[in-house]
């Protein structure tokens, strides 16, 4: 048997997946958390089901991507009984798709969610009644707080899948034109399709090519009849049933005024500290990680490491194993793991911050501070938050991109967030940072931070003025109830995602270590293999493959062929990058390497240019292989793919360049260049200014927005014109 | 009038939805002819706006709230 779980975003439908099947699926308080099906089963002795997590949907006509995912299961009905999650603190909203549901002639069962907030509120809502009403069951519960969850399992396995359910129905006017319509579609539920959306629904339906016309005629011979826009005649005879129902069953605390969200957005949004807050918490987030404390913290764990790793090594040593095995563990594995697990508590960090920020319902208004100004580059304020979970991994990040309504606004956000620094390469700006600008560590991580995000939207601008032209991204969002986020959540949300760390740590990145040890620790010497001692690594195979690709990075600022190895072994994971330059660098005398022990190291091998360049180059270069193929999923086309990673692998080497060319520079010359450079500027947009002046045709475009592209062509087209109607 | 020419802390009501890429969305979030309306402030930057509907907060574009034509009331 499959259930389905469907309800509007945000209303709890993941918490409620986790609680029934036991997965541990990401859970956020912003809608468009989950995007995409997810199957797992029902935790019940006595039936077996499959239980499907679906995106959230406000309604059956959709407008993006995994919107359609979850109307299509709908509308092909592949599931044999809906939960229906109704979030109770938005009842008559969240009823809306409950109506439209019913319809159908799928079984339903309606979860009303969050009850916990209505209690606490102090209000009643009569859900045997409502039972009654809309004759199917309705079970209270609260996915967060555990309740309700056995009867609700309960209620499934008792449920009578044979038993139909009263038809709604509307006034004779509606009733009338629905049986005109199924006399060409048979399914009442697809008519209702159909009068509501046009001829998008038929795509479910079965209706011969010869019919078609007569269906359209018909169509448009119904607008005539009601006084109402004949899109708005089903939602408005909905909501008018919906409201009936709430004034008889619920009972509402008008005491409730000023809600406590609203005191918080008082502050958050204020039209002038709004910005500022928004800027301050990225900061400080960083500054949490990156500064006194987050690099405190490190030296402590870099230590215990150190303690644990030495007495392995002596333990080994008094083995006495061949010359071969204490290389690969001392070198190797242990030189590689230290290096990057040193990171984890400045990780643990970031990671903590980002999960409170996800589950208190922050990152919604972060997409509504920022629309306006993401509009210009053809985004909307909801590609903000694909890019702030860029900052924790671009995998799910390019994901988010699918919550996006139209094509070209998703591939720009695709494309720039790999410039957005994910967690990975923070332990690269955390070695070199540390090694090489002691005070001001944290303000040059900062910087790769920023640099990143104007990298990103500098990008979407090109993309947009060239290849983009008719972007314009649509922009409407629900703001969710602020929530405390839960002591399990945020701990679950920061634990998945450094175990994900840890497990990438033992298992890739550990072959990707014994590999690199390997090419680097052999070499030919006098026609046979032989292991190497420490100064004569450059002997090595991977010596000689870094001596040849060193010349292509000599311009930015690369002058040792161990730079080159760690960074092109970032292509595996970002953090392989740290881990080879620990297995490279680790040589010069001690045992044990790791991140603050490979600072003396560092401090020979690079000045502070170089290492901002290479830190440059890591964080624009091409995202690691997790990324890539996502990247590929997500933009769908091989063309756009391959671009992108040429592009990023451009612009990475074009930036690093110039950082380093210009740096080498002495002030005088710096001065002159920058004073020719800002001349040229002007005149260029001098002369821009006067071009458009001469040739504005179509000056009135921003200010009524006519000019862009309606975003569903196909379904405004078969619904004919009424939808642009004044 | 429009929706956009309402201030911060008034209410109207809807009246009519012209044509606009959103325009059935904006109907099934419950915004028909008749529906009360609050209108709670905009954005730093003067533009999405906030308003509340059916209970929940919902932002739009000034340019999605042009479409909108409303009638102002007094609570
Ligand atoms: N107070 C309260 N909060 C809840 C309850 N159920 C879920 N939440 C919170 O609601 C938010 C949304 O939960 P999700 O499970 O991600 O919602 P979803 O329906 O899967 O959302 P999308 O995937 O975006 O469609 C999270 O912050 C949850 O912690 C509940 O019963 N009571
Ligand atoms: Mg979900």
Redo the contacts between chains.
């Keep these: 048997m499959n259930i389905a779980l469907i309800g509007n975003p945000n209303s709890g439908k993941t918490t409620l997946y986790n609680e029934l099947t036991g997965a541990k699926q990401s859970v956020g308080n912003w809608p468009g958390v989950t995007v995409e099906k997810k199957v797992g089963k029902l935790k019940s002795k006595n039936i077996d089901a499959n239980i499907v997590d679906l995106p959230g949907i406000?309604?059956l006509?959709t407008?993006s991507l995994e919107e359609e995912v979850s109307s299509n299961y709908i509308m092909d009905k592949e599931m044999d009984l809906i939960i229906n999650i109704v979030d109770a603190s938005?009842?008559?909203?969240n009823l809306?798709l409950t109506y439209q549901l019913l319809d159908s002639d799928i079984p339903i069962i309606v979860a009303l969610n969050g009850m916990d907030i209505i209690d606490k509120n102090k209000e009643v809502i009569d859900h045997k009644a409502l039972s009654i009403a809309l004759d199917l069951p309705v079970i209270p519960i609260s996915a967060s707080k555990k309740i309700g969850i056995e009867d609700l399992i309960s209620a499934i396995e008792s449920f009578d899948l044979s038993k139909k359910r009263k038809q709604i129905s509307y006034n004779k006017q509606i009733e009338e034109v629905i049986s005109l319509i199924n006399e060409y579609i048979e399914d009442r539920f697809l008519s209702i399709r159909f009068f509501e959306?046009g001829l998008v629904a038929l795509d479910h339906a079965s209706v011969p090519e010869e019919k078609q016309p007569e269906l359209i005629e018909l169509y448009h011979s119904i607008k005539g009849r009601f006084t109402?826009?004949i899109?708005?005649i089903m939602?408005?005879a909905r909501?008018n049933k919906i409201i009936n129902l709430i004034d008889k069953f619920y009972n509402k605390n008008d005491l409730l005024k000023i809600t406590t969200?609203d005191k918080i957005?008082k502050v958050l949004?204020?039209?002038?500290l709004?910005?500022p807050i928004f800027l301050g918490i990225m900061f400080g987030v960083f500054f949490l990680a990156f500064g006194p404390l987050g690099t405190f913290i490190t030296v402590q764990f870099v230590w215990l490491i150190d303690q644990f790793f030495i007495l392995i090594i002596n333990g080994i040593a008094q083995l006495g194993m061949s010359p071969y095995i204490s290389s690969l563990i001392t070198k190797g594995i242990f030189g590689g793991l230290a290096a990057v697990v040193g990171f984890l508590p400045q990780l643990m960090i970031l990671f903590l911050a980002m999960a409170i920020l996800e589950d208190s319902g922050y990152m919604s208004r972060a997409a509504?501070?920022m629309?306006?100004?993401l509009?210009k580059f053809g985004l909307s304020?909801k590609s903000f938050i694909p890019m702030l979970i860029g900052f924790g991994c671009s995998v799910p990040a390019i994901s988010a991109t699918r919550t996006l309504d139209k094509d070209e606004d998703r591939k720009i956000t695709a494309m720039i967030i790999p410039f957005v620094s994910c967690g990975a390469k923070a332990p690269i700006y955390g070695v070199f940072a540390g090694a090489l600008f002691s005070n001001g560590s944290y303000i040059v991580v900062f910087s790769m931070y920023i640099i990143g995000i104007m990298v990103a939207i500098l990008s979407a601008i090109l993309f947009k003025k060239t290849i983009f032209k008719s972007a314009s991204a649509?922009?409407?969002?629900?703001?969710p109830q602020y929530r405390r986020p839960t002591l399990k959540n945020t701990w679950l949300h920061t634990w998945e995602r450094s175990k994900d760390f840890l497990i990438k740590a033992g298992t890739i990145l550990l072959a990707a270590f014994i590999i690199i040890w390997f090419l680097s620790y052999f070499g030919i010497v006098g026609g046979k293999i032989t292991l190497l001692s420490d100064d004569e690594i450059s002997k090595s195979f991977l010596g000689y493959i870094g001596k040849i690709i060193l010349p292509v990075f000599r311009p930015i600022g690369f002058n040792d062929w161990r730079a080159t190895v760690a960074i092109l072994s970032g292509f595996v994971a970002k953090e392989s990058v740290v881990g080879t330059l620990g297995i490279l660098y680790g040589v010069s005398g001690d045992v044990v390497e790791n991140g603050s022990a490979l600072y003396p190291s560092i401090r020979a091998a690079f000045t502070p240019l170089q290492a901002y360049s290479f830190m440059l180059f890591a964080l624009l270069a091409i995202p690691c292989i997790a990324a890539v193929s996502a990247l590929k999923r997500e933009l769908n086309s091989n063309k756009w793919f391959y671009f992108t990673l040429a592009y990023e692998l451009v612009v990475a080497y074009l930036i690093a360049m110039a950082v380093f060319q210009v740096g080498s520079l002495d002030s005088g010359t710096i001065l002159t260049i920058l004073f020719t450079a800002i001349i040229v500027v002007f005149v260029f947009f001098m002369i821009k200014k006067f071009i458009k002046q001469k040739g504005s045709a179509c000056a009135s475009c921003d200010e009524?927005?006519s000019c862009?592209l309606?975003?569903?062509i196909k379904?405004l087209d078969k619904k004919g014109e009424?939808?642009?109607?004044? | 009038m429009t929706l956009q020419d309402i201030n911060p802390g008034e209410y109207c009501i809807v009246k009519k939805i012209r044509g606009n890429n959103l325009r059935k969305r904006i109907i099934d979030m419950g915004l028909i002819t008749g529906t009360k309306v609050y209108v709670k402030k905009t954005a730093p930057l003067g533009d999405p706006v906030e308003i509340i509907v059916r209970g929940y907060s919902l932002t739009l574009r000034k340019a999605e709230a042009r479409t909108i034509q409303v009638e102002r009331v007094d609570k």
């Design positions: 406000y309604s006509s407008i938005s009842l008559e909203r809306f959306d109402l826009d899109d708005m939602p408005d909501y969200t957005d949004t204020h039209k002038y709004g910005i509504f501070i629309d306006r100004a509009r304020g649509n922009y409407i969002m629900e703001l009524f927005g862009s309606p975003q569903k379904y009424n939808t642009n109607e004044e």
